[in-house]
């Protein structure tokens, strides 16, 4: 590792509370990318009559699993199937939740939305949907959606900046007026427009908002390449024949990157910030899929069941702090006037 970087590391972990927050956002990250192994409606392992099944990962038949079964598709919940899982001397393995993120919690005894109990840590919806699973699942599509549209958005745009910030001139001029009118297209009456003709889906709401998403970086990517391109090394480099591609990809572009990754995580946060409040106007995800913006949307239906709108603002207020404190963390990191350990000279 270079000096420097391992100057920028020890900035970055000089402020306390984005090295803490990182690693907390990785741990609940690593956690829901394994959803299905945490909250499901399928065991994760039976064994039946000395012969073993991964209902986690498979469909079984009833009558595969015991004789006297349907040939339907087993439903490891239901009493009468699991009555006849024990009488054959089987034994099941749960996950800790044992609700997904579509299932109906059966026997509630109360209508929904259920207040938490035991058996359901954070209550049901409105549908008798378990909440925790739906937090959990919910935070998995966010997260990979928000990471999903920042890299994209942020590979338009930085090729977009780099173009215009190093041929300048005409090319910078027509570029610069047509994201001034791009940017002022009226976004949501367009996505209202576009519900309307399909139904959304997470590859066409990601369709949607990289077409206006990549304009975030393209300004402050502009201004690092007008800059280095009248510096000494890249004239001198254009003099001895280098090509505008190299001299681009190689020369101005590392320096441009510095400036670029301290936006990331704030790009990050607000493309999750976009699909929660896209899901609460109900514009988002289709129907029943889980998602932190339909969960504060059920909350302010359901004013009688505080614990919907309670969790639904404390998680996603929580994902957002936590990537608010980790691009913090970043800036400090790249900040040239940062001595080691965090100190401003």
């Known amino acids: 590792m270079s000096p420097l970087n391992r100057r920028r590391l020890a900035n970055f972990r000089a402020n306390r509370r984005g090295w803490w927050s990182l690693w ?3 741990a609940l990250f690593g956690l829901t ?8 409606d399928r065991p994760l392992l039976a064994k039946v009559e000395g012969r073993w099944f991964a209902p986690v990962a498979l469909d079984y038949a009833e009558d595969d699993v015991v004789p006297d079964g349907l040939p339907v598709t087993a439903d490891w919940a239901d009493p009468d199937f699991a009555r006849s899982v024990a009488e054959r001397g089987g034994w099941v393995l749960w996950p800790p939740i044992r609700h997904d ?17 035991s ?10 949907r378990d909440v925790m699973a739906r937090v959990i699942y919910g935070f998995r599509i966010s997260v990979l959606f928000g990471f999903t549209l920042t890299v994209l ?27 001034e009118i791009w940017s002022g297209m009226p976004q949501l009456f367009l996505l209202i427009i576009l519900a309307s003709v399909i139904e959304p889906s997470f590859w066409t709401l990601l369709g949607f908002l990289l077409l206006f998403s990549w304009m975030g970086l393209v300004g402050v990517v502009r201004a690092e390449f007008l800059r280095g391109r009248n510096l000494d090394y890249v004239r001198a480099a254009r003099a001895l024949g280098v090509p505008d591609r190299t001299l681009m990809w190689r020369h101005i572009l590392p320096n441009a990157m510095v400036a670029t990754l301290t936006f ?4 990050l946060s607000g493309s999750v910030t976009v699909l929660a409040s896209l899901d609460f106007l109900g514009f988002g995800l289709p129907p029943g899929s889980p998602s932190l913006g339909e969960l504060l949307a059920q909350g302010k239906n359901n004013l009688q069941a505080p614990w919907l709108a309670f969790t639904g603002f404390v998680v996603l207020g929580g994902v957002l702090t936590l990537l608010i404190f980790i691009g913090e963390a970043v800036r400090d990191a790249f900040d040239p006037r940062k001595l080691p350990g965090g100190q401003r000279s």
């Open 33 to 40: 990318l394994g959803a299905e192994l945490i909250a499901n």
């Open 119 to 128: 058996r359901n840590w954070l209550g049901t919806d409105d549908q008798a």
């Open 153 to 179: 958005a942020s590979i338009i745009g930085i090729m977009a900046g780099a173009v215009q910030g190093y041929y300048g001139g005409w090319t910078d001029l027509l570029f610069q007026r047509f994201i």
């Open 264 to 267: 990331l995580p704030f790009i």
């Open 101 to 117: 993120a579509r299932s109906v919690v059966r026997d509630l005894g109360r209508p929904a939305p259920a207040p938490p109990s």
């Open 24 to 26: 907390i956002f990785l």
